[in-house]
């Protein structure tokens, strides 16, 4: 039987470990975080495939760089400690976060969505590059919340999910709607240019109404920082560990 004293020092040795983490994870940037926490999770739970082939190649750096590996035990696998907890956390949640777009009908309004694919999750694509499948920009992303309809276990589903495209790729997203408004624009212009002509034509008392199109707005949102969509754990630094993980 485990005494009061190793008992205590396993407590400790938890807390420890847990605070190292913390650290380590704190000083990478977002994507080292990202491999840092997909590696662990296949660490820790295990993968038929390994899709660690599509991660980019650890270099002994890396490893060396990451100072600390964990050592798996049949304890931890059936109380899963809070690095793994996290770890999974961040997995699961990467599956309906972020959507791979087909943008080849773009011009007719046509986007096609559909969530990532494992390897796709594993590397990074649709999150740290481009989420147009045909483009593999990683500067100037930004994130953009679309509606996404799709079809789950005999069900029709919505679900409101992030698209991170380049600057030339959100272009393609509004393509339509941006043809359409200046399209309008140029239309009421056109009515406007008339109703004056007429309006001088025929008297002169009658007030200038003026048109109050509203100046071209784009209608995406910028997605927000959800990091805090689960309480039930907060007090358990997850949140932190994971800010700035799902912009
Ligand atoms: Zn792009």
Redesign the pocket.
Known sequence: MASFGSLKQSIFDKEARKQQYQDYVRGLNAFDRHKKFLNDYIDYYGKQKSPREALPIRTDQDTLREGYRFIRTEEDDKYPSWEQRLVKRYYDKLFKEYCIADMSQYKTGKIGLRWRTEKEVMSGKGQFE???KH???RDGLSSYEVNFSYFEAGENKQALVKLV?????AEKLYYKKQKEKEKEESKLKETEKHRKKRDRNESDDEGDIAYSRSKDRRKGKKASISNADDKTEDDENFDECLEGMFP
């Open positions: 481009c989420g147009n483009c593999n920009k495209v380049c600057e030339r790729c």
